[in-house]
């Protein structure tokens, strides 16, 4: 009884807290504690709730007790970092979104690609990876290899798709300007319509980022070595170490969120001249 006035307790101050500093100026400092603030009180209603109600750890652990396995099990964390997301999700989408840029370029050139690609595209991006990530595991082997593979098909067409959009998104006006300079295509797409396509690009990065990691994980289910995050919660969840498989998705969780973040921040340094960065 005790853990459970003591959540409901750091729930009411919590809100309190988060409603007065929210009803105050926006700055910076209060944009950031928020979030904190909001993500420690549930973390702590978490706690006071699993232990109030005693709950088995089989079906939630406490975060203490994620905290204390977290600590334990940095050697294994970081070897299935290593193994998912440097090999497998990172080397997948350079790779995929390397080549989706390149192909893009193809594409605004070339009209014929553009109306025959395009549409090939939406049909496989609409490919669920649980059906793709076995195949593809076959073809490349139980290695990194097939989860970079995985990873390419799918950040390969959002990328893609995201590309061609923002080709196509100067003006007629803006292209007729560099025509009476006597600019040719790879002058024009230089000096405009890549700079132009620049938002629409890192928008697509952006969505690449969150889906890399996905598939790098969903497709170790499917065969992995002896390691991997996809591998370890497969397997901590057949030996009922549900604190393990926590671990592995504060992992993923601050993974991706650094990821994201990563690509956002070289996205303001960038387009800093986008209507979308001035606030």
């Known amino acids: 009884m005790m853990w ?60 203490s007790m994620i905290a204390l396995r977290f600590a334990a099990s940095t050697d294994i964390l970081w070897e299935d970092f290593v193994q998912t997301v440097i090999k ?36 496989v991006a609409a490919l669920p990876v649980i059906g793709m990530a076995p195949i593809l595991v076959m073809w490349f082997g139980f290695d990194w290899q097939s ?18 959009q923002g080709l196509q998104s100067s003006s007629a006006m803006q292209r007729d300007l560099m025509r009476t300079y006597a600019a040719g295509y790879w002058t024009t797409l230089l000096k405009l319509r890549l700079p132009a396509a620049m938002p629409f690009v890192f928008n697509g990065l952006k969505i690449a980022s969150t889906l890399a990691l996905i598939g790098a994980i969903v497709a170790e289910f499917f065969g992995s070595p002896i390691r991997g995050m996809g591998f370890r919660i497969s397997t901590s969840v057949g030996q009922l170490a549900l604190d393990l498989v926590w671990a592995e998705i504060v992992v993923a969780a601050i993974v991706g969120s650094a990821f994201y973040g990563g690509v956002a921040l070289i996205e303001r340094a960038v387009t800093f001249w986008h209507p979308s960065q001035r606030h």
């Open 4 to 63: 459970i006035v003591f959540a409901l307790a750091v729930w009411a101050v919590g809100w309190r807290v988060n409603a007065r500093l929210a009803a105050g100026p926006g700055t910076r400092i209060t944009g950031l504690a928020i979030p904190v603030i909001f993500g420690m009180t549930l973390i702590a209603i978490w706690e006071g709730m699993v232990r109030g109600l005693e709950i088995s750890p089989v079906l939630l652990p406490a975060p």
């Open 88 to 123: 497998g999700a990172l080397s997948g989408y350079i790779l995929g979104c390397g080549s989706a840029f390149a192909v893009a370029i193809l594409v605004d050139r070339f009209d014929f690609l553009r109306r025959g690609l395009l549409p090939v595209g939406n049909f």
């Open 147 to 164: 989860k970079a593979a995985v990873v390419v098909v799918m950040v390969f067409f959002p990328m893609l798709v995201n590309t061609v």
